[in-house]
């Protein structure tokens, strides 16, 4: 029996009430919190392979020992995520074994070839740096204690990764040639992912139960300006162009292209000259998952046999 | 690699005048992973100069230090900012071995405000 009704808790998490165990949870409060979790481990956990295949085309040792730092500190994230979904009732190991690929709730952009270091680096520039927009706002107003307190660790290891990416688009742009027009054909298809990640614009969010239960502070839209505020700067400091500028008059970034638009997936390009589709699109593609999903899912799924091989042995 | 005692953090009231300047430009160069300094962390090992050449000797704290390249390209990066600097030469250095004594009395601050034990 719950100790409070909804609107009690949602009341009491206004006023800043922290809630440290499951019996001060209402059901909707938990499974709101489990959604949040669920999702950012299983982004943590699908970022390690999707990192993995562009590290292989590290320039050297050096870079490389960088990189798989990295891959492995997602793994921990997402280690510390599912840990604490079972302080919630639910078992790991099924989560990270037991679910098919389609089933995991990371961003369809993670479902995605990175194919060369300047794609990991811009995956790392934009993509961590998502990450950490997001995840500095829960941390700031989360009101579930055990989150906040798991994510100061986590919040200090992504500034590492997005300076990693940051240092890297700098020099390969300073580079000029061809490494400079890979990080541009990177950005090119990771900066519209990355807008398309936040979700859903606040004129049509009927209702988020993240945002009541005081789960995260921002809104999508709050969340997507805080990423254009670092990002276009960074990128047009190294001559790399983006569909987003700065509005004087309406003092935000606004994006110079038709949001949401369609994605062709072979092409690695986003199809700008086809104009505008509906949210009901893009959700039906984001449940289809992308080209990688499968692949990566088993490559972290493979892991159990060889475990099981060695526990046996 | 007069001057710097290694079994001690750098001693900024005896730097060199020609060199000072240098080591003060390398202590705006963080640790990738840990807000302090090169310099107050102890990595550095002695800083010289020939007219527009600068040449320093670095160190690790470990050998499989995930950020070896990307220290190297922030310390030229600074450097190379520094008035008449032309070339930024860095050496790596493993004797002798990097300890926690090497790191200022700045550095250790910084280190316990971020929740490093020592």
Redesign the interface.
Known sequence: MAQYTEQELKEKVQNGFVVEYPHEMTEGYRKALIVQLLVQADTELVSAPAYFGAARDAP?T??M??A???IQDELAHANIAYRLLEDLGLDKEELVYGRQPHEFKHPYGFDHPLENWAELVVANGLYDRAGITLLSDVYHNTSYGPLKRAL?KVD??ET?HL??GE?WMK?LSAAGGEAREKIQSAVDWMFPMAIEWFGLPDGMKRHSGQLEYRLKGMTNDELRQTWMKSTVPLCEGIGVEVPAHWDEQKQEFVLDYPFPCQYDEDEKRWLFDEGEISWETVFERWKGRGPKNREFIEAIQEGRQFRRMMEAA | MEGVALTAPVDFATLPAETAPLWSALREVMD???PISLVDLGLIYDVRRAGPEVEVDLTFTAT???????IR??IEERLLREEAVTSVRINEVWNPPWTKERITPEGREALKR??VSM
Request: contains cysteine; negative net charge; charged residues 15%.
């Open positions: 050297s050096n870079t020992v960088s798989t730092a990295i100061v200090q290891e590492f300076r990693h240092m020099r | 990738p992973e840990i499989a230090c995930p950020c070896m390249a990307f390209y922030d971020f929740g």
